[in-house]
T-cell receptor, first 113, second 115 residues
Framework: DGGITQSPKYLFRKEGQNVTLSCEQN?????MYWYRQDPGQGLRLIYY???????QKGDIAEGYSVSREKKESFPLTVTSAQKNPTAFYLCASSMNRRNQPQHFGDGTRLSIL | AQSVTQLDSHVSVSEGTPVLLRCNYS??????LFWYVQHPNKGLQLLLKYTSAATLVKGINGFEAEFKKSETSFHLTKPSAHMSDAAEYFCVVSEDPSNTGKLIFGQGTTLQVKP
């Protein structure tokens, strides 16, 4: 079955440490997205990519970095510059056409030790 | 600019009674609208989408939504709630005039279903 796989499901970070969240899709989608979800809030866009080797900042990109070397993969690095990284992170993908819904992975929950 | 407002942060119904989750949107263009559902510690699952075809949209699990341009609303309904419907629901509008594929999410409505 096609879908989006995020790993790990739970991740712990020490102060001053960078961590990378994995997102892989086999839906043959061109566009991929990273969101952050905090309790009681909607989703906020961190980064998105519409094509390989290109990506754009979303609304809350500070303290995060991404790469898009392959169509299937869009890893997110939470850097030590992100002072409040504890959140639920969701990856999504979609076809690169108008009005297309996004398909989501099951998320990674990041906590600070 | 596009925006979406979910009018209730929490809705509680009894099993077997109707569900109504309210959503208003603001858009300078003809919007595409979606409803997603999220169960605890899971990703979002698409329930239904409106993309300027029929104004009454049927989705999965018995849900449907009606697009009302005059009221700028896209409320989600279900005739009879089931315990498994308890979850977080998000109303979403597409920011597609910029062709980025970006979506704008409402704050979410928590649906509680009582036995």
């Amino acid at each position: 079955d096609g879908g989006i796989t995020q790993s790990p499901k739970y991740l712990f970070r020490k102060e001053g440490q960078n961590v990378t969240l994995s997102c892989e899709q086999n839906l043959n989608h061109d566009a991929m997205y990273w969101y952050r979800q905090d309790p009681g809030q909607g989703l906020r866009l961190i980064y998105y990519s519409q094509i390989v080797n290109d990506f754009q900042k979303g609304d809350i990109a500070e303290g995060y970095s991404v790469s898009r070397e392959k169509k299937e993969s869009f890893p997110l690095t939470v850097t030590s510059a992100q002072k409040n990284p504890t959140a639920f992170y969701l990856c999504a993908s979609s076809m690169n056409r108008r009005n297309q819904p996004q398909h989501f992975g099951d998320g990674t929950r990041l906590s600070i030790l | 600019a596009q925006s979406v407002t979910q009018l209730d942060s929490h809705v509680s119904v009894s099993e077997g009674t109707p569900v109504l989750l309210r959503c208003n949107y603001s858009s300078s263009y003809s919007p595409s609208l979606f409803w997603y559902v999220q169960h605890p510690n899971k990703g979002l699952q698409l329930l239904l989408k409106y993309t300027s075809a029929a104004t009454l949209v049927k989705g999965i699990n018995g849900f449907e939504a009606e697009f009302k341009k005059s009221e700028t609303s896209f409320h989600l309904t279900k005739p009879s709630a089931h315990m498994s419907d308890a979850a977080e629901y998000f109303c979403v509008v597409s920011e597609d005039p910029s062709n980025t594929g970006k979506l704008i999410f409402g704050q979410g409505t928590t649906l509680q279903v009582k036995p």
